[in-house]
């Protein structure tokens, strides 16, 4: 992929990360209508100095009352051996909601694991997939 000023993964493009986020935002062409241009948030994946690496998930915003905080809740299920069976649960991710997403409750979201950026947090959102019925 050429260099590209216009896309927002420009400078990560190598990171097999953003070549996942990349294809995501290809199937949700409708992500980026959501999102803000620009923000002054120094944590934020594009427009701040914050790298993300490692994995992306797709969650659902559970509570979005924390300030540039919001935890989203992920469907799980996990394989008990001992009873041969599976077990299905929820797992809820405090995740960093710059300005420039502002991502509410119920909100359908792409996230992405990224540094330690306080005590619960190291997953931020990279993109916001469906708006929630609330808004
Ligand atoms: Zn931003």
Redesign the pocket.
């Known amino acids: 992929m050429a260099a590209n000023t216009s896309c927002p993964f420009g400078r990560f493009a190598r990171s097999s990360v953003q070549a996942a986020l990349i294809q995501h935002r290809a199937q949700h062409p409708n992500g980026d209508m959501y999102m803000a241009d620009?923000?002054e948030?120094k944590k934020?994946f594009?427009?701040g100095g914050l790298k993300v690496r490692g994995e992306t998930l797709h969650g659902k915003v559970v509570s979005a009352k924390s300030r540039h905080t919001v935890i989203v809740e992920r469907d799980q299920t996990r394989y008990i051996s001992k009873y041969r069976k599976w077990a299905r649960g929820t797992s809820r991710i405090a995740a960093h909601n710059?300005?420039?997403i502002n991502a509410k409750l119920g909100d359908l979201v792409d996230l992405a694991e990224t540094r330690k950026l306080s005590k619960t947090k190291a997953w931020t959102l990279v993109g916001l997939s469906m708006k929630g019925e609330t808004r």
């Open positions: 620009k923000c948030d934020c594009r427009h710059p300005p420039c």
